[in-house]
Nanobody
Framework: QVQLVESGGGLVQAGGSLRLSCAAS????????MGWYRQAPGKQRELVAT???????NYADSVKGRFTISRDNTRNTVYLQMNSLKPEDTAVYYC????????WGQGTQVTVSS
C-alpha cells in the first residue's frame, strides 16, 4: 500500500511560481506512472500531468508549457513545478497514479490571485 502526502502549495500572484511535492510511502513507487490532479471548487478533478517510472511525461493542454512534472525515485517523491501561474490554476492539487488507483491524500491548496 502506498500513502501519498502532498505539500508545497500556497498563495501566489498571477505570473508566480510554486513547486509542489508528493511524498510516497510504499515499495512499488518507482514502477508506477504518477500524476498530478487538481480540483477547483465545484469542478471535477482534472489530471494535469503524468510521469512514468522512467520519466516520460504528458500534460493537459491547460498547463502545457507552464508546468513540469518530475520525480526522484530514490526519495519516492513526485514534483510539480508550476510557472506562469494563472488564477484559473487555483485548486487543491493531489497526486496519485495516472488511473487514480491509490488512496487520495489531503492535497495541497494552490491559490493564484489576480
Amino acid at each position: 500500500q502506498v500513502q501519498l502526502v502532498e505539500s508545497g502549495g500556497g498563495l501566489v500572484q498571477a505570473g508566480g511560481s510554486l513547486r509542489l511535492s508528493c511524498a510516497a510511502s510504499g515499495s512499488i513507487f518507482s514502477i508506477l506512472t504518477m500524476g498530478w490532479y487538481r480540483q477547483a471548487p465545484g469542478k471535477q478533478r482534472e489530471l494535469v500531468a503524468t510521469i512514468t517510472g522512467r520519466g516520460n511525461t504528458n500534460y493537459a493542454d491547460s498547463v502545457k508549457g507552464r508546468f513540469t512534472i518530475s520525480r526522484d525515485n530514490t526519495r519516492n517523491t513526485v514534483y510539480l513545478q508550476m510557472n506562469s501561474l494563472k488564477p484559473e490554476d487555483t485548486a487543491v492539487y493531489y497526486c496519485n497514479t495516472n488511473t487514480g488507483y491509490l488512496s487520495w491524500g489531503q492535497g495541497t491548496q494552490v491559490t493564484v490571485s489576480s
